[in-house]
C-alpha cells in the first residue's frame, strides 16, 4: 500500500488504460478539429491563444494535483487568482518587485492558514478552503474599494515588459507555466516529498505508522497550490495591466475537472501530473472548438465540459472496475 | 465516542455545549446587538424582509442537509435554481400551473441523474454534481439565451409578493418544508435508512437497507427543493435571470448545514439547526449591511465563523 521509490515510478509508467483516456481524447479531438475547421483552428494565432488561455489553469491545476494527490481539496484558488491579480496591480504603485512578491506572500500565507487548519487542526479541506475562497474574496473587493477602484499596472513597469513578452513566438505565461509544471513533475516523480504526497493520499494512516510527516506534507500542498494560484494571477494581472477583483469565480471548479479528467482519483494516492497537462489541455480545446461553430453561444462551453467530466470520471470508473477483475 | 469525550478535561464539556446550542447562542447574540444599535431593526417591514431573503436558502439548506446526512454533498442546487428559472417563462404560454409543474420536474429530473450517477454509477458527489454545476447553469443559459427575461404573471406574483396573516407565502413554505424533513428525518423509515446509509454504507448494504433507492431520493430531494427555491425567487423578482439566480448558494447552504451542527461525515442531521444556520447567515449579513460595512467585510466575517463553527465541531467526528 505505502509506495516505496520503485513502486511509485513503476505505478507512473505502467499502462494504465483508465489515465491514458485524457490523451488519447486530447489527440482525437485536436485531429477532428483540424479536419472540421482547418485554418482557423490550426493556425498559429488560435493555437497561441488556446496555450495562452491554458498556461493560467496549467499553473493552477498543478497544484491541485498535489492537493487532490494527498487526498484534499482546494476551492479557495478561484478566490485566490482574483486577490493575487487585485495585489499586484494595487503593489505595482511601489515597482514590480512588490507587485510580484505582495501577491505570493500573501496567497502563500492563505495556504499556510489553510494548510495548518487541515493538517493540524484537522479540520475538512472542504470547508475550510471554502471559508478561504470567501475571505479571500472578501480581501480582493476590500483592496479594491468594493470593486470600485481598479488599479492599473504602468505600460513601462518591467513586470508589464516581461509578463506581455514572447520568446520564440510563445507568450511569457506559457513559458512560466511550463517552468513550473516540469519543477513539479520533478517534484512530484523525484522527491520524498513527492512519495510522500503519494503515500498520504494512498493512507493516512499507514504513513503515519512509517513515520512520514503526515502534517508538514499535508501543509505544503496547501502552500504550493495558493503560491502557484498567486503567480497565475501575477501573469494575468501583468497580461491585462490590471486587476479585476471579479476574475477566477468558477476557476477552481475547472481546476478539479482538467485534474479529474487527467486521471488523477479523487479519493487521493493514484495520479499523474501529465494526465493533468493532459486534462487542461483537453478542457481548452473543447472550448476553443465551440467558440469555432459559429451557431453555438458561449453556453454550451458549460454544457460540454460539464458532461465532458461526467463521461470522463464514468469511464475511468468502468476501466478501473473492469481492470479490478 | 463516548469514552473519547469522558476521557476528555472538563474544558471540552463548555465545548459540546457550545457544539449543541453555539448557533442559537450566536442569534440571540446577534439580535441583542441589532436591537441595540441598529435603528429602525425591529419594525415589522425589516423583520420580514430578512426572512423573505432568507426562506430560498432555508429551503435549499434543508435538502442539503438530507444530502449531507447520506455522506454527500449537492453543488447544483444553483445551476438548478437557475434552470428553473430559465423554463418558467419558456412554458407561461401554456398556463402558469404548466410552467410551475415543468420546471419542478426539471429540478426532479436533475436530482434523479445526480442520484443515479452516485447510487448506481459509484461516482463522487462531489464530481457528480460538479458536473451537473457546471453543465446545468450552462444550459439554462442556452435555455434562456442568456437573456433576463421579465415576468408578468398574476399567480407568480402572489407566489412572490403575498403573505398569509402576515407571513411571506415563501416564509411560510420554508416552514413547512423544515418540519416535514424533521419529521421525515426523525419519524420515518426513510430517516433510518437515511441516517444509517451515511454513518455506515457498508453496513447499511449488508443490513440488506434499499441503500441505493435510499440516495437516489435524497438527490431527488435535494433537486426537488432546489427547484422550489428558484421558483420562490424567480416569482419574488418577478424576473427569470439564470445568469444569476441561485449563483453559490450552494456555498451558503452548505454553511448553513455545517454552522448549524451537521457534521459533514454524514449519519447524523440537524434540520432545526439548518434553518437556524440559515438564519445567523442572514443576521450576519444584515448587520453588517446596516452597520454600514463594506460586502467584502461581511465574506470575511462569514468566512470565519464557518471555520470557527467546524473547529468547535471536531470532536463529534466532523472532519
Redesign the interface.
Known amino acids: 500500500m505505502v509506495a516505496t521509490r520503485t513502486e511509485v515510478s513503476t505505478r507512473e509508467r505502467r499502462w494504465r488504460p483508465d489515465r491514458a483516456g485524457a490523451p488519447i481524447v486530447l489527440v482525437l479531438v485536436l485531429i477532428g478539429g483540424t479536419v472540421l475547421f482547418g485554418d482557423s483552428f490550426a493556425s498559429g494565432q488560435n493555437l497561441r491563444n488556446i496555450a495562452l488561455d491554458s498556461s493560467y489553469l496549467l499553473l493552477i491545476a498543478t497544484g491541485m494535483t498535489f492537493v487532490i494527490l494527498s487526498g484534499g481539496i482546494d476551492l479557495s484558488v478561484g478566490s485566490l487568482l482574483a486577490l493575487a491579480g487585485v495585489l499586484t496591480a494595487y503593489g505595482a504603485q511601489w515597482g514590480s518587485l512588490v507587485a510580484v512578491a505582495l501577491p505570493l506572500l500573501v496567497c502563500a500565507a492563505f495556504g499556510l492558514v489553510n494548510g495548518l487548519l487541515i493538517g493540524r487542526a484537522m479540520i475538512a479541506p472542504f470547508i475550510v478552503t471554502l471559508a478561504a475562497l470567501l475571505f479571500a474574496r472578501g480581501l480582493a473587493f476590500a483592496v479594491s474599494s468594493e470593486g470600485n477602484t481598479v488599479h492599473i499596472i504602468p505600460a513601462d513597469l518591467l513586470l508589464t515588459r516581461i509578463g506581455q513578452a514572447s520568446w520564440l513566438g510563445v507568450q511569457a505565461p506559457v513559458w512560466f507555466a511550463l517552468v513550473a509544471f516540469g519543477l513539479g513533475w520533478v517534484l512530484l516523480n523525484l522527491t520524498r516529498f513527492g512519495q510522500a504526497v503519494f503515500a498520504i493520499g494512498g493512507s493516512q494512516e499507514a504513513t503515519e505508522l512509517m513515520g512520514l510527516p503526515v502534517a508538514r506534507v499535508r501543509i505544503l500542498v496547501y502552500v504550493l497550490s495558493a503560491a502557484l494560484t498567486g503567480m497565475a494571477g501575477v501573469l494575468i494581472a501583468a497580461q491585462t495591466s490590471s486587476g479585476l477583483p471579479t476574475i477566477g469565480e468558477g476557476r477552481e471548479l475547472e481546476a478539479i475537472a482538467a485534474v479529474v479528467i487527467g486521471g488523477t482519483l479523487l479519493s487521493g494516492g493514484a495520479g499523474s501530473l501529465s494526465g493533468t497537462l493532459a486534462g487542461v489541455l483537453l478542457l481548452k480545446v473543447i472550448q476553443n472548438l465551440i467558440n469555432q461553430v459559429g451557431t453555438l453561444t458561449a453556453y454550451y462551453q458549460q454544457v460540454v465540459s460539464g458532461t465532458f467530466l461526467i463521461v470522463v470520471v464514468l469511464v475511468q470508473l468502468r476501466l478501473a472496475r473492469r481492470r479490478r477483475r | 465516542m463516548t469514552d473519547l469525550r469522558t476521557a476528555l478535561p472538563p474544558r471540552t464539556e463548555v465545548v459540546a455545549f457550545l457544539q449543541v446550542a453555539g448557533v442559537y447562542l450566536a442569534i440571540a447574540a446577534l439580535l441583542v446587538f441589532n436591537l441595540v444599535f441598529t435603528p429602525n431593526f425591529a419594525t415589522v417591514t425589516n423583520l420580514r424582509l430578512q426572512l423573505v431573503q432568507v426562506a430560498p436558502v432555508a429551503i435549499v439548506a434543508i435538502g442539503m442537509a438530507l444530502v449531507i446526512a447520506s455522506e454527500g454533498?449537492d453543488l447544483s442546487v444553483g445551476a438548478t435554481m437557475a434552470i428553473t428559472a430559465a423554463l418558467l417563462p419558456l412554458y407561461l404560454g401554456y398556463g402558469v400551473w404548466v410552467a410551475i409543474v415543468i420546471s419542478l420536474a426539471a429540478g426532479l429530473l436533475v436530482g434523479l441523474v445526480n442520484g443515479s450517477?452516485i447510487a448506481f454509477?459509484?461516482?463522487?458527489p462531489?464530481?457528480?454534481t460538479?458536473?451537473?454545476?457546471?453543465?446545468?447553469?450552462?444550459?439554462a443559459?442556452?435555455f434562456a439565451?442568456?437573456r433576463l427575461t421579465e415576468i408578468f404573471d398574476p399567480t407568480l406574483n402572489t407566489l412572490g409578493n403575498s403573505a398569509v396573516l402576515g407571513v411571506p407565502i415563501s416564509v411560510l413554505l420554508a416552514l413547512v418544508i423544515t418540519v416535514a424533513a424533521g419529521v421525515a428525518v426523525h419519524r420515518t423509515a426513510f430517516g433510518r435508512r437515511l441516517l444509517a446509509t451515511g454513518g455506515n454504507r457498508a453496513a447499511a448494504t449488508l443490513a440488506g437497507l434499499p441503500v441505493k433507492r435510499t440516495l437516489v431520493t435524497v438527490y431527488v430531494l435535494s433537486g426537488l427543493l432546489a427547484a422550489t427555491a428558484g421558483l420562490l425567487t424567480t416569482a419574488r423578482q418577478g424576473a427569470s435571470d439564470p445568469s444569476f439566480v441561485g449563483l453559490l448558494i450552494e456555498?451558503s447552504a452548505?454553511?448553513a448545514v455545517?454552522v448549524g451542527g451537521t457534521p459533514?461525515s454524514g449519519g447524523r442531521v440537524r434540520i432545526l439547526g439548518t434553518l437556524m444556520g440559515a438564519l445567523l447567515m442572514q443576521l450576519i449579513t444584515a448587520t453588517v449591511i446596516q452597520q454600514n460595512l463594506?460586502?467584502?467585510?461581511?465574506?470575511?466575517i462569514?468566512?470565519?465563523i464557518?471555520?470557527a463553527a467546524?473547529?468547535l465541531q471536531?470532536g463529534r467526528g466532523?472532519?
Open positions: 454533498i450517477l454509477a459509484g461516482m463522487q462531489i464530481i457528480a460538479l458536473g451537473l454545476l457546471v453543465a446545468g447553469r450552462g444550459l443559459l442556452v439565451e442568456g456555498l452548505i454553511t455545517v459533514l463594506p460586502d467584502s467585510a461581511a465574506r470575511m462569514q468566512a470565519s464557518i471555520v467546524v473547529y471536531r466532523a472532519s
